[in-house]
Nanobody, 122 residues
Framework: QVQLVESGGGLVQPGGSLRLSCAASGFTFSLYSMSWYRRAPGKERELVASITSAPSITNYADSVKGRFTISRDNAKNTVDLQMNSLKPEDTAVYYC???????????????WGQGTLVTVSS
């Protein structure tokens, strides 16, 4: 079945780095945009970064530009989020999302992973 599984969360000190990974299965990964969202305690879910299908155009929230990098490997069906210079305000549950509208070459899709917790604290 269609599934996204995140990994790589954990506790890190301010200024540190973490790399999140999302493994996809059950759909043609290369045809869909992939995104990372996060939900901090007491806040609404927000888009962190996204990457389209080919040509893999990326987009970032202003709050993470220059610190986070999203990348995808269509051969491995994975999308990663490299997070550097982490701040306490980056603490959140991070979710992977696959999305795309219905076209002649793909079905509509909007699927979420279960989330992985990132805690930035000294």
């Amino acid at each position: 079945q269609v599934q996204l599984v995140e990994s790589g969360g954990g506790l890190v000190q301010p200024g540190g780095s973490l790399r999140l990974s999302c493994a996809a299965s059950g759909f043609t990964f290369s045809l869909y945009s992939m995104s990372w969202y996060r939900r901090a305690p007491g806040k609404e879910r927000e888009l962190v970064a996204s990457i389209t299908s080919a040509p893999s155009i990326t987009n970032y929230a202003d709050s993470v530009k220059g610190r986070f990098t999203i990348s995808r490997d269509n051969a491995k069906n994975t999308v990663d989020l490299q997070m550097n210079s982490l701040k306490p305000e980056d603490t959140a549950v991070y979710y992977c999302n696959a999305r795309g509208s219905s076209t002649w070459y793909r079905a509509a899709l909007d699927v979420w992973g279960q989330g992985t917790l990132v805690t930035v604290s000294s």
